[in-house]
């Protein structure tokens, strides 16, 4: 585990880059992490990231059919915004843990 | 042991996990030859799974594999509980030979399936193609069962022989996995 500081915030990430604490989350961090997946966020964007934090709160086991039916993307959308793994990258982007879900 | 970093630093330590340089996997091939459902469901959460983790899938479907994509028969899939020691030990192989127990033992095993978030293998193939997956039909089984093109599902790409099946994995770190 180790520790990146951004705006002077020490945020505490896991050795795969996710972080530890959500409430660390901004979106200085959703930008940077979204830029080293060669990725521009748009406003789609942060529209399945603000649900994904939603939803990881309420303690709900994220998987991609919940975001396909989440009404916000359908799947094709998500791989499309989020290529190289939707769920996993776009949940490091996000702030959450990293998905656990085989499905 | 914490490290801290500037902010210069951020990118080379919060970048793509390091799996994704010494990354190996880069393509499966999933042939699914059996028409049980954990079987055919084994290849589909294999094939998502890759999707899922960033990787390429590619799927074909022979023999009684068939069954999982053709439109009449793909979400009423059995198990089989006679000639399958691992199920129910303790329960006299005649048992399961009597009419009714396979239906029921396959709509309880799709009902414990629903409760995991498993999606029927009609949905679980929409997924993989909207994933990027691409699912293709055995010709020389399809012949056999005559089956047609438009008897299965509509994301099966299309029906092709042994040969195109190898074209498929194509490229590096390709890999085959057979059910």
Redesign the interface.
């Known amino acids: 585990m180790s520790t990146v500081t951004m705006n002077g915030q020490q945020i505490e990430v896991n050795e795969e880059g996710y972080m530890k604490d959500p409430s660390q989350w901004s979106k200085e961090w959703a930008n940077q992490v979204a830029a080293e997946h060669e990725i521009t966020l748009t406003d789609k964007h942060f529209e399945v990231l603000n649900w994904l934090r939603e939803k990881q709160a309420e303690g709900v086991a994220l998987n991609i059919r919940k975001v396909g039916k989440s009404g916000l993307v359908d799947i094709k959308q998500f791989y499309a915004l989020f290529p190289g793994g939707p769920l996993k990258v776009s949940s490091k982007i996000a702030g959450i843990p990293k998905p656990v879900s085989c499905v | ?7 210069e ?3 080379s ?7 994704k340089k010494e990354d190996t996997v880069k393509k499966v091939v999933i042939i699914c030859s059996k028409g049980t459902i954990e079987d055919v469901y084994a290849a589909l ?1 294999m094939a ?2 890759a ?4 990787r390429d899938a590619k799927m074909f479907f022979t023999f009684f594999g068939l069954d999982a994509i053709t439109t009449s028969k793909a979400d009423h899939l059995h198990t089989a509980t006679v000639g399958n020691p691992a199920f129910m030990p303790s329960m006299p192989t005649m048992v399961g030979g009597l009419p009714g127990f396979e239906k029921f033992a396959s709509y309880m095993m799709k009902k414990q399936m629903d409760k ?4 029927n293998v009609t949905e679980f193939i ?2 993989i193609d ?3 997956g691409e699912i293709y039909a055995c010709k020389l089984a399809a012949d056999m069962f005559k089956l047609e093109k438009e008897d299965f599902l509509p994301e099966v790409k299309d029906i092709i022989t042994v040969a195109d099946m190898y074209a498929l994995a194509d490229g590096e770190g390709s890999h085959f996995i057979f059910i």
Do not use: C, F, Q, Y
């Open positions: 042991m914490n490290e801290t970093l500037n902010k630093a951020v990118t330590n919060v970048a793509a996990p390091a799996k959460i998502n799974g999707l899922a983790d960033g995991l978030d498993i999606p929409e997924m909207a994933g990027g």
